[in-house]
């Protein structure tokens, strides 16, 4: 019997929720209220078994809890007993279509799992597979089997719940993508915003959007506050592809210069890098601390944090804190800033030949150690 036009508004109506929702738990809840609204059922669950370990099934619900931990344990159990075990694929198939029902009622899967939480008639059909594992919707009645008419239903939807179950798995993969990159990028140095392959902005670090927010401060900043330098920046880039587009910008005390690379997700990736306009004293090495404390205290003097001078030392963050501790120690200061002080009107006695005397250094001429 063909489907009636009624059938096909259904249908059609039932596509904008699916294809909406790409979140990939709610997803497989939406995909469910979908097809309850299509073929009402007692209950419906999204079943997902890893490929090697069909046994270690699990699933998503409607109703949420149908079953208990036990009655999930034992339908589990005797999974292996399912007319559908084997089966993934699509078109929708019927228990009736593998045994008879009076021969599937006599199953422990059914005698012992499925009949006491009232599941007598089943539907399914395969989703696909994700990350190692089988994914396949199922319907659920007590009294009343299912219609070849209700199977014409489920199969005309059929394509787009394979669609809408694919999108997500491809959202949740560049989503799991981008806050990996997004990650490793807040311990490197500099700021960092993403691009997509559409121009638009999908993040930026907190410190990359003070640092624009700060050097274009006269500036309406929309689109998520970047400046119409950057968005400029951004198409040349996206233009000359083999040439690094370069944008500088000079704010009080500091020049802020910013760039594009292109990243393997696709789209762009701003990099931001600030230092100041006068350059810094050439650093030289306090005499009291060790090789390693020096390289530290240089990377403070710089304006790096302490994550940053982790990803340039290649340490941890906690090593780093730690000979931060250590250097204000044996600086005899309290805190970061007067370190850096201390440190920075050392290396300019020392580039100009003079004597420097004080509590943070052995007294005496240091001239002699300038090499």
Known sequence: MPLRTADWENINRSLIPLYRELGTDKNLIVMLEVLNALV????????INPVQQPSKMSWVSLPKHNASHEQTALIARYIHESPFAAYCLAPWKMTTDFVSTEDFHKTDLHRLALGPIGVNHQILSGLGVRENRAYSAVLNRTHLGFSEHERDILDAVQPHLVTSFTNAAAHAHASKAINQTQ?????APGGYAYF???????????R?????NEFFEGEHLPDGGVPTA???LLQQSALNKDEVQIFECDGAADRLTAWFDSAELGGRVLRLERKPKTQAPHFRP?????ERKNEVLKWMVEGKRNAEIAAILGLSARTVENHVLEILRD?????????????MDYCVAINNGKPIRS????????GDNVG
Not at 40 to 47: F, G, K, N, Q, T
Not at 199 to 205: A, E, M, R
Not at 208 to 212: I, M, N, S
Not at 359 to 366: C, E, M
């Open 40 to 47: 009402p059922a007692d209950s419906l669950a999204i079943r």
């Open 183 to 187: 990650a490793a990028l807040e311990s």
């Open 196 to 206: 997509n392959g559409e121009g638009q902005l999908v993040w930026i670090q907190a």
């Open 208 to 212: 990359a959007k003070a640092w624009l």
């Open 230 to 232: 950057i968005r400029q």
């Open 286 to 290: 306090l005499p009291q601390l060790s």
């Open 331 to 343: 600086m005899m200061v309290e805190n970061r800033a007067t370190a850096i002080v201390q440190a």
């Open 359 to 366: 509590h943070a250094y052995p007294a005496g001429n240091f």
